[in-house]
């Protein structure tokens, strides 16, 4: 079955950099485009980044471009985010989320999707 | 696009129906899901296609609407629904978005 697993989030001081792992089984990783969601605690969801099955196109929330990284090693079936310049205001749970389109389905990058498949999520708290 | 749901906090009975809105502030066509998350747990897709239920969703739960106005059924609330609802877009991005959610608790 599908997982996902999130990993690296913490405590860290703005300003700051962190990189969030999402490590991924139950499906051909390198077929398939990933996201990064966030929720602040107790409050609602924000998508904040997506890449392509292959890595090649990358979209990210405006809250985010130029400080956030998305990327994914496909012989590692993982996922990253690396997080510069941290602020308060991004401290959030952090979930990766799957695409639900395979690349030989006729995935379309340019064209939005939902996410079929979420990890666990992993909490980042940006604090002095 | 911004999504926006109503009511932010819905009281039912089990055995009731539980009825929840969604509103685009613009068109989204069909393009619109939903998640259903308990505390502490991540979002699970609950449907999709704006009326497409994802694997293993029991038939309770039924979606329905087009362009901006969207409604998410549960016909008989079970205990095991209670828990915060959200939509979302994926007709424009970027960005996808998401409504603010509406909690469904126990009357």
């Known amino acids: 079955q599908v997982q996902l697993v999130e990993s690296g989030g913490g405590v860290v001081q703005p300003g700051r950099s962190l990189r969030l792992s999402c490590t991924a089984s139950?499906?051909?990783?390198?077929?398939?485009?990933m996201h990064w969601v966030r929720q602040a605690p107790g409050k609602g969801l924000e998508w904040v980044a997506v890449i392509s099955y292959d890595g090649s196109n990358k979209y990210y929330a405006d809250s985010v471009k130029g400080r956030f990284t998305i990327s994914k090693d496909n012989s590692m079936n993982t996922l990253y985010l690396q997080m510069n310049s941290l602020r308060a205001e991004d401290t959030d749970v952090y979930y990766c989320a799957k695409d639900p389109r395979s690349a030989r389905d006729g995935y379309n990058f340019y064209r939005p999707y939902y996410f079929d498949y979420w990890g666990q999520g992993t909490l980042v708290t940006v604090s002095s | 696009i911004v999504m926006t749901q109503s009511p932010a906090t819905l009281s039912v009975s089990p055995g009731e129906r539980a009825t929840l809105s969604c509103r685009a502030s613009?068109?989204?066509?069909?393009?619109l899901a939903w998640y259903q998350q308990k505390p502490g747990q991540a979002p699970r897709l609950l449907i999709y296609g704006a009326s497409t239920r994802a694997t293993g969703i029991p038939a309770r739960f039924s979606g329905s609407g087009s362009g901006t106005e969207f409604t998410l059924t549960i016909s008989s609330l079970q205990s095991e629904d209670f828990a915060v609802y959200y939509c979302q877009q994926y007709n424009n991005w970027p960005p996808v978005t998401f409504g603010g959610g509406t909690k469904v608790e126990i009357k």
């Open positions: 139950g499906f051909i990783f390198s077929n398939y485009g």
């Open positions: 613009q068109s989204v066509s069909s393009n």
